[in-house]
């Protein structure tokens, strides 16, 4: 079975700093991954995604992720974060050429940008 | 180009009522998903939606139903409700059948059981 771990449930971080968010995953088969990004009151919004072929996928609002196959992660970067990046971000996973789309979620990390 | 839009945005309902919920998945999108989020928690697959049959299931009890119209819009019906099932309960739609490339999320409805 899938599953997706991301260690930190809250990030706090000051404005124009980098920030990492960390994602894990386990899967037996191939997977493709997504970041996603949850604004308070709000639905998902699609970061990024890695489908297959450059590890290092860039996003919107400067994100960038690169996906690890040995240590099964895909970490979120931004070199430098605003006060509107203030959110919740989800890692997803979901099979390669599986039956369905079906995403499995990590709980979420909560990224608290400070002025 | 309206993506996916779901109705209410909030509701309020007792305990052992029944609920609809309704998603309109994005222009040319034919495949619809429901997933549950908890508060503080991950959203949970509920089920699937392709071709007006439900393609798979995730761990929800049979409580939990839905359907899918001939224009791909769906809904989701809960019966009995616990004060369990509050949450925000997503839609996602995609295309393609098969191909798993991208899910576009709506708003999403804010149950509340009480």
């Known amino acids: 079975a899938q599953s997706v771990t991301q260690l930190d449930s809250q990030v706090p971080v000051f404005e124009e700093a980098p920030v990492e968010l960390r994602c894990n995953y386990s899967s037996s088969v191939s997977v493709y991954l997504f970041w996603y990004v949850q604004y308070p009151n709000q639905g998902l919004q699609l970061l990024l995604k890695y489908l297959s072929g450059s590890t290092l996928v860039k996003g919107i609002n400067g994100f960038e992720a690169e996906f690890n196959k040995s240590q099964t992660s895909f970490h979120l970067r931004k070199p430098s974060v605003h006060i509107s990046d203030t959110a919740e971000y989800f890692c997803a996973v979901s099979d390669y050429g599986g039956a369905t789309n079906k995403l499995i979620f990590g709980t979420g990390t909560l990224l608290a940008v400070q002025p | 180009d309206a993506g996916v839009t779901q109705s209410p945005t909030h509701l309020i309902k007792t305990r052992g009522q029944q609920v609809t919920l309704r998603c309109s998945p994005k222009s040319g999108h034919d495949t619809v998903s429901w997933y549950q989020q908890a508060l503080g928690q991950g959203p949970q697959f509920i089920f699937q939606?392709?071709?007006?049959?439900?393609?798979q299931r995730g761990n929800f009890p049979d409580r939990f139903s839905g359907h899918q119209f001939p224009n791909y819009s769906s809904e989701l019906n809960v019966n009995a409700l616990l004060l369990g099932d509050s949450a925000l309960y997503l839609c996602?739609?995609?295309?393609?059948?098969?191909?798993?490339?991208?899910?576009?999320f709506g708003q999403g409805t804010r149950l509340t059981v009480v």
């Open positions: 996602a739609s995609s295309a393609g059948g098969f191909l798993n490339t991208e899910a576009f």
């Open positions: 939606y392709y071709e007006e049959e439900e393609r």
